[in-house]
């Protein structure tokens, strides 16, 4: 099976699996970023959190090589993206967004499949990775053959999630892979979700906009407001050493969110 790497000798050396170095972007007269800078070491979940427009999606997107940045720099693996490698570094990396992406047209099982195939994996190889990520997703094997529209919304981001791992990615991106998803799928989601990141201990980047998933899935938050961050640290020292009276008011203004949270899934 294809792999990233020894990541624990990675691991052991603190390796920095991303970085952004004063990366801006604007779109027409609107500043998504404002010379952003943040590093996320191997092995950690880092959540972007803020208000809509804040630039977390943008700012994700970027790490993917999705839309390139007007200044600054993005390295991954400490390897500058550029134009010339971004597929290769792009397939280090998983991604999930918000409704799964997944494609219409092909099974659950080709879907997983599609990039393996593309870099022609033996058909071995890849029965067998399917089926590990299926027990990892908790997804039943009877919906391999089912197509994106005869999956509920939990399975579709199972599958979703599936791809994204299906390379073994040593970073997984997810822009609010969870918001369009009824509660009691949610709460199910963010437990297992939780689950996997632990075990295998990607270094995962998660937007989102509920300050409760933010504290639980986070290990370190970055807390944005127009393009820049406002803070970075725990929750905890968020609400007890607020950098700044916006951090306060944000951390109010969902409190009573964040109370039903303590409690939660564990």
């Not at 699996?17 to 880092?46: C, W, Y």
């Not at 970027?62 to 390139?68: E, K, S």
């Not at 890849?126 to 009877?142: D, N, Q, Y």
Request: aromatic share 6%; with cysteine; charged share 20%.
């Amino acid at each position: 099976m294809r792999v990233c790497g020894n990541l624990t000798a990675l691991a052991a050396r603190g390796w920095r699996m991303i970085r952004l170095e004063d990366v801006s972007k604007r779109f027409g007269n609107a500043t998504a970023l404002r010379e952003f800078t943040l590093t996320v070491p191997h092995g950690q979940t880092a959540v972007l959190i803020g208000p809509s427009g804040c630039g977390k999606s943008t700012l994700i997107r970027i790490v993917a090589g999705l839309v390139t940045p007007d200044a600054g720099r993005v390295i991954i693996e400490d390897e500058l993206l550029t134009h010339a490698n971004l597929l290769q570094l792009r397939r280090r990396m998983g991604y999930v967004i918000q409704q799964g992406g997944l494609f219409p047209p092909l099974t659950v099982k080709e879907n997983v499949a599609v990039m393996a195939g593309y870099l022609h994996w033996p058909k071995a190889d890849v029965h067998s990775r399917i089926l590990r990520l299926a027990e990892l997703t908790g997804l039943p094997a009877g919906v391999m053959e089912r197509y994106p529209l005869q999956l509920s919304g939990g399975q579709s981001q199972r599958v979703s999630l599936m791809r994204a791992l299906m390379l073994d990615p040593g970073i997984l991106l997810l822009d609010e892979p969870l918001a369009a998803l009824d509660p009691l799928t949610r709460f199910e989601l963010q437990r297992d979700l939780r689950d996997i990141f632990r075990t295998l201990r990607k270094t995962v980047v998660l937007v989102t906009h509920d300050l409760a998933e933010a504290a639980y899935f986070g290990e370190w938050v970055v807390l944005m407001k127009d393009g820049s961050i406002m803070q970075q640290g725990t929750i905890a020292d968020m609400i007890g050493k607020p950098a700044d009276p916006f951090v306060t008011h944000f951390m109010q203004a969902q409190r009573s969110l964040l109370e039903l949270h303590v409690g939660g899934p564990q």
